[in-house]
């Protein structure tokens, strides 16, 4: 070993001990990202899992410690009651089950208005397909919070759009638009629409144009050329977008809490209750790993259905 | 005039025996500014493989892309069978294009991609298969039939585009550079089975192409395109033997250029003198010129020539010192440079395996030929 050293000036020694642990060129670009993740979050979801089997105690922190050493051995506790009681309050299934609905309507409804959307973005000319891009991603520019409390103005009984219609003589006594299940689809649909065009933008500006027009050369009108050319072709675009906006829309909290009424229990207001109002930390805990779960399977099921896709072509 | 072995019946186009299939009158078509095809006017008859031949960027795709329907005419008319096209969208057209790319659906099987067109035209799936596997058998791919275009080489995907093509019968098939990915070799090949294939099926072929050899090879006429424009149409032998510019002289095939002035102007015979060529050109036919007139005599470089010894007679010929011999295989290439300072190309078929007395670089030669080797052109 010391004659290695010897021989090996330092700058290469610190390179061929990277190379000996598996790391050189692309090993180390991926490295960083990979310890990034590990870090800052395999870690921390190891601490919530741990949270997640242990008693709760009035107490700070307000959970019992997963290892307990008694003087003579070292004791784990693990307490998978905060799981049982999961099931057994009807709350907390109630809740999953209207988040996935939700988080699947609001992305239905997003493909539906998005995909006509990006089709015409990416079949405009130059100098306008980037400035409309530009126009679906200015909204990134103010504050996700201040564009939500802005709906609330919009939505409310005496917002913007109950005034002008009372003003109009369209109605007599405001609709109750604010606190309802159809603010939070709005809300919903409003933020992530951005996630679920730029996708299917990035899929359609690489259509060929040639295969539209071979299409319709070979009789196909311009209904059947979109049900057989172009909405197979963005197959992969499609299921993207849907995961980028289906996912993070389940656990959504800001949107249901700002524009949802009271029955509007989505999994994430029920978290942030059970950390912050019940400081029921475990069962908080277990909540949060049971959503994980409940998400990462409808996700591998998307990607490697769109593997599948993108290998085909 | 004209050598070719086909009788007047199969040449309408000479006998006017039957109206045009595809009548092309006055189209001109403008990218704002931009006049991307400059009013082409074009009859097309009944089975014909016609050509359009020229250079890059000189519009030929654009023109078939009308016919196709993608783009319209800014001004003229299309006409097919007796229809004309205006406003007549590309799946209601009589015409299926084979695309430069091929554009094959990536999605699709061989097979799948075929029976696209008949299904959307309403032929029923089991009549549509098994015309199908007619048509795959006819460019012989019927054991790839399952597999998708990314698993297929060049030359079997351009049998694919061509197959699709093919299976709905169109009244004109349009091929945009049917043949441009392929090597020399197969792409000669498949020369022979387009040809074969159109033989076959009897339908009208506009093949759009750069390559002079090609159309050369496959077509019963040729257009050739400059700038937007038809510059001249006719008959492969024609076109070579009888250019009507210099830019289609030198466009289709190798060609000599003398530059001079006509000095004589009789009712079968013509003389120019050339300080070019540094000599007078006596030439056997007449032309619409006059005395004294500026004029190119074209001279294709297989009918010069080449000796040790003057020849006889005081016109038609020239020394010179050979400066290069490209050596070809089935023929070779001098390179004359003549006293006046011309350079000039002659070809020589190598008819021995080894030539000892071959004439070779750096040796003064004669260059000569007869009164009705070359062409005079005026333009
Ligand atoms: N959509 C368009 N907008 C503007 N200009 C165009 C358009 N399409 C073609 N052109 C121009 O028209 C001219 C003719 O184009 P075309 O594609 O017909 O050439 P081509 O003869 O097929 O050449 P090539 O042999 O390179 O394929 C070119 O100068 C091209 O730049
Ligand atoms: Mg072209």
């Known amino acids: 070993m010391a004659t290695l050293i010897e021989r090996v000036p330092p700058m290469r020694w610190t390179a061929g001990l990277l190379r000996r642990l598996g790391l050189h060129g692309r090993g180390l670009v991926i490295a960083v990202p990979f310890l990034w993740l590990l870090v800052f979050f395999l870690v921390p979801f190891l601490v919530v899992g741990k949270i997640s089997v242990s008693e709760a105690l009035i107490a700070r922190p307000p959970y019992a410690p997963l290892l307990e050493w008694d003087g003579w051995r070292l004791n784990i506790i693990v307490n998978i009651e905060n799981f049982r009681y999961l099931w057994t309050d009807s709350l907390y299934i109630n809740a999953y089950f209207f988040s996935i609905q939700v988080a699947?309507?609001?992305?239905?409804?997003?493909?539906?208005?998005?995909?006509?959307?990006?089709?015409?973005?990416?079949?405009?000319?130059?100098?306008?397909?980037?400035?409309?891009?530009?126009?679906?991603?200015?909204?990134?520019?103010?504050?996700?919070?201040?564009?939500?409390?802005?709906?609330?103005?919009?939505?409310?009984?005496?917002?913007?759009?109950?005034?002008?219609?009372?003003?109009?003589?369209?109605?007599?006594?405001?609709?109750?638009?604010?606190?309802?299940?159809?603010?939070?689809?709005?809300?919903?649909?409003?933020t992530y629409?951005?996630?679920?065009?730029?996708?299917?933008?990035?899929?359609?500006?690489?259509?060929?144009?040639?295969l539209l027009e071979a299409s319709a050369d070979l009789g196909g009108r311009p209904m059947a050329t979109f049900f057989y050319v172009t909405l197979p072709l963005s197959l992969p675009g499609i299921i993207g977008g849907f995961m980028l906006v289906f996912i993070p829309a389940i656990g959504e909290f800001v949107i249901p809490e700002l524009l949802g009424g009271p029955d509007t229990l989505m999994i994430g207001r029920v978290l942030w209750n059970e950390f912050f109002s019940n400081r029921d930390w475990p069962v908080a805990s277990a909540v949060a790993i049971a959503m994980l779960v409940a998400v990462v399977v409808p996700i591998m099921i998307l990607r490697s259905l769109q593997a599948r896709l993108t290998e085909e072509k | 005039?004209?050598?070719?072995?086909?009788?007047?019946?199969?040449?309408?186009?000479?006998?006017?025996?039957?109206?045009?299939?595809?009548?092309?009158?006055?189209?001109?078509?403008?990218?704002?500014?931009?006049?991307a095809v400059d009013e082409v006017s074009l009859d097309i008859y009944r089975g014909e493989l016609f050509c359009l031949l020229g250079g890059s960027g000189c519009g030929k795709s654009t023109l078939l892309r009308m016919l196709a329907g993608f783009e319209a005419p800014s001004e003229g008319r299309i006409e097919i069978d007796g229809q004309d096209m205006a406003g007549i969208p590309p799946y209601e057209r009589p015409t299926n294009m084979m695309f430069q790319s091929y554009a094959l659906f990536?999605?699709?099987?061989?097979?799948?991609?075929?029976?696209?067109?008949?299904?959307?035209?309403?032929?029923?799936?089991?009549?549509?298969?098994?015309?199908?596997?007619?048509?795959?058998?006819?460019?012989?791919?019927?054991?790839?039939?399952?597999?998708?275009?990314?698993?297929?080489?060049?030359?079997?995907?351009?049998?694919?585009?061509l197959a699709r093509a093919l299976v709905k019968r169109p009244k004109v098939l349009l091929l945009d550079e049917p043949l441009g990915a392929l090597d020399k070799k197969l792409r000669e090949e498949t020369q022979f089975e387009l040809l074969k294939i159109q033989e076959t099926l009897g339908i009208t072929f506009i093949v759009v192409t750069h390559d002079q050899e090609e159309a050369m090879t496959l077509s019963?006429?040729?257009?050739?395109?400059?700038?937007?424009?038809?510059?001249?149409?006719?008959?492969?032998?024609?076109?070579?033997?009888?250019?009507?510019?210099?830019?289609?002289?030198?466009?289709?095939?190798?060609?000599?250029?003398?530059?001079?002035?006509?000095?004589?102007?009789?009712?079968?015979?013509?003389?120019?003198?050339?300080?070019?060529?540094?000599?007078?050109?006596?030439?056997?036919?007449?032309?619409?010129?006059?005395?004294?007139?500026?004029?190119?005599?074209?001279?294709?470089?297989?009918?010069?020539?080449?000796d040790r010894e003057e020849p006889v007679g005081e016109a038609n010929r020239a020394r010179?010192?050979?400066?290069?011999?490209?050596?070809?295989?089935?023929?070779?290439?001098?390179?004359?440079?003549?006293?006046?300072?011309?350079?000039?190309?002659?070809?020589?078929?190598?008819?021995?395996?080894?030539?000892?007395?071959?004439?070779?670089?750096?040796?003064?030669?004669?260059?000569?030929?007869?009164?009705?080797?070359?062409?005079?052109?005026?333009?």
């Open chain 1, 104 to 190: 699947f309507v609001s992305a239905v409804i997003a493909l539906l208005i998005g995909y006509p959307m990006a089709y015409f973005i990416a079949r405009s000319p130059e100098p306008r397909r980037t400035f409309l891009l530009m126009m679906v991603i200015l909204p990134f520019w103010t504050s996700f919070l201040l564009r939500v409390y802005a709906w609330q103005g919009f939505l409310r009984s005496n917002g913007v759009i109950n005034n002008t219609l009372i003003s109009m003589g369209i109605i007599d006594t405001p609709i109750q638009m604010l606190q309802t299940n159809f603010a939070v689809y709005l809300g919903i649909v409003y």
């Open chain 1, 193 to 210: 629409l951005p996630f679920m065009i730029l996708p299917l933008y990035a899929n359609l500006v690489k259509l060929e144009e040639s």
């Open chain 2, 1 to 35: 005039m004209i050598q070719n072995a086909h009788a007047a019946s199969s040449r309408p186009w000479v006998a006017e025996t039957e109206p045009p299939f595809l009548r092309i009158q006055k189209v001109t078509k403008k990218f704002g500014d931009f006049t």
């Open chain 2, 106 to 161: 990536p999605h699709m099987t061989v097979e799948r991609n075929i029976a696209y067109g008949l299904l959307r035209e309403g032929v029923k799936r089991d009549e549509a298969m098994s015309r199908v596997a007619d048509i795959l058998k006819l460019v012989q791919m019927t054991q790839f039939a399952r597999r998708k275009p990314h698993q297929l080489s060049g030359g079997q995907r351009q049998r694919v585009a």
């Open chain 2, 220 to 306: 019963t006429r040729i257009g050739v395109m400059d700038e937007g424009q038809i510059v001249q149409v006719g008959e492969p032998a024609e076109i070579y033997e009888h250019p009507s510019s210099r830019f289609v002289a030198d466009f289709v095939g190798s060609v000599n250029l003398f530059e001079g002035r006509i000095s004589v102007d009789e009712k079968d015979r013509l003389e120019i003198d050339s300080a070019e060529m540094g000599g007078t050109i006596h030439v056997g036919h007449s032309t619409s010129c006059t005395l004294d007139q500026k004029v190119w005599y074209a001279l294709r470089p297989e009918k010069v020539r080449l």
């Open chain 2, 320 to 379: 010179g010192m050979v400066e290069e011999v490209l050596y070809l295989g089935g023929q070779s290439i001098y390179k004359i440079k003549l006293d006046s300072g011309k350079s000039v190309k002659a070809t020589k078929p190598n008819l021995l395996r080894h030539e000892d007395d071959a004439i070779s670089w750096d040796e003064p030669a004669w260059i000569s030929w007869g009164d009705t080797a070359g062409v005079v052109l005026t333009r």
